[in-house]
């Protein structure tokens, strides 16, 4: 757990230390991939740090680097009509970290709460944890670190499992939410719902399956 005080930090503070963070863990920094995707029929545009690594994730290529950090400019439409609000844009820049047959669930958990908590300067009691209802492995890293039960909240696929379109990699994931009033307790908190109090502010993807339609 962090023993100071989170501070402001600018947008260019936030890239750096993220880049700088996953370049000590072995990443190799490679450049963003173009708002509109070069290879890829199946979108418009960019808007996900995986996408220009797909054929690293269904097997077509194989990766120089086995990990690899970005910032990706994206941009999204699906839920424009949600924009305005404190979490919705239709474009922004994506911080990104991908293992490719290396790491995985354990250790990727462990890293992000380092960032956030050490790095960051984001104090536990601020943070919430979402992992898909089957997904024990996610359960029990998070719990390795010493994250309570009333922190880590169980969602079904709507809520905890990503897809990168009709077919392509896809898997379950845990959220991070970031808790703006720690104050009014830990009973019948609801994260991925209560968007007034909390902000998801980092998505884990564990890209361990493949939809083929």
Same mark, same amino acid.
Not at 118 to 130: A, G, R, T, V
């Given at each position: 757990?962090a023993d100071q005080k989170a501070?402001?930090?600018?947008?260019?503070e936030i890239?750096?230390s993220?880049?700088?963070?996953?370049?000590e863990?072995?990443?190799v920094?490679?450049?963003a991939w173009p708002?509109v995707p070069v290879?890829d029929?199946?979108?418009l545009?960019?808007?996900?740090?995986?996408? &220009?690594f797909?054929p @690293?994730?269904?097997?077509?290529?194989?990766?120089?680097?086995k990990?690899?950090?970005t *910032?990706q400019?994206? $941009?999204?439409?699906?839920d424009?009509?949600?924009v305005g609000?404190?979490?919705?844009?239709?474009a922004f820049e994506?911080?990104?970290?991908?293992?490719?047959?290396?790491?995985f669930?354990?250790e990727?958990i462990?890293?992000a709460?380092?960032?956030?908590?050490?790095?960051?300067k984001?104090p536990?009691?601020?943070?919430?944890?979402?992992?898909?209802?089957?997904d024990?492995?996610?359960?029990?890293?998070?719990?390795d670190l010493?994250i309570?039960?009333?922190?880590?909240?169980r969602?079904? &696929?709507?809520?905890n @499992?990503?897809?990168s379109g009709p077919?392509?990699?896809?898997?379950?994931d845990?959220? *991070?939410?970031?808790? $703006?009033?720690?104050?009014?307790?830990l009973?019948n908190?609801d994260p991925?719902r209560q968007?007034?109090?909390?902000l998801e502010i980092?998505?884990?993807?564990?890209m361990?399956?493949?939809?083929?339609?």
């Amino acid at each position: 757990m962090a023993d100071q005080k989170a501070q402001p930090l600018s947008s260019e503070e936030i890239r750096n230390s993220f880049l700088d963070f996953f370049k000590e863990k072995n990443h190799v920094q490679l450049p963003a991939w173009p708002l509109v995707p070069v290879g890829d029929p199946t979108t418009l545009f960019t808007s996900a740090g995986m996408q &220009q690594f797909k054929p @690293y994730f269904i097997g077509l290529e194989v990766p120089e680097h086995k990990r690899v950090t970005t *910032i990706q400019p994206c $941009f999204r439409t699906p839920d424009i009509e949600e924009v305005g609000d404190l979490s919705h844009l239709t474009a922004f820049e994506m911080m990104g970290n991908f293992s490719f047959g290396d790491y995985f669930k354990s250790e990727i958990i462990t890293w992000a709460f380092e960032l956030l908590t050490e790095i960051y300067k984001i104090p536990n009691q601020n943070l919430h944890f979402s992992i898909f209802s089957e997904d024990e492995e996610a359960y029990g890293a998070w719990r390795d670190l010493g994250i309570g039960d009333d922190q880590i909240h169980r969602y079904g &696929q709507d809520e905890n @499992y990503w897809f990168s379109g009709p077919t392509g990699p896809c898997g379950p994931d845990s959220e *991070i939410f970031y808790d $703006f009033a720690p104050d009014k307790g830990l009973q019948n908190t609801d994260p991925a719902r209560q968007n007034d109090r909390f902000l998801e502010i980092w998505n884990l993807v564990f890209m361990q399956n493949l939809r083929d339609e």
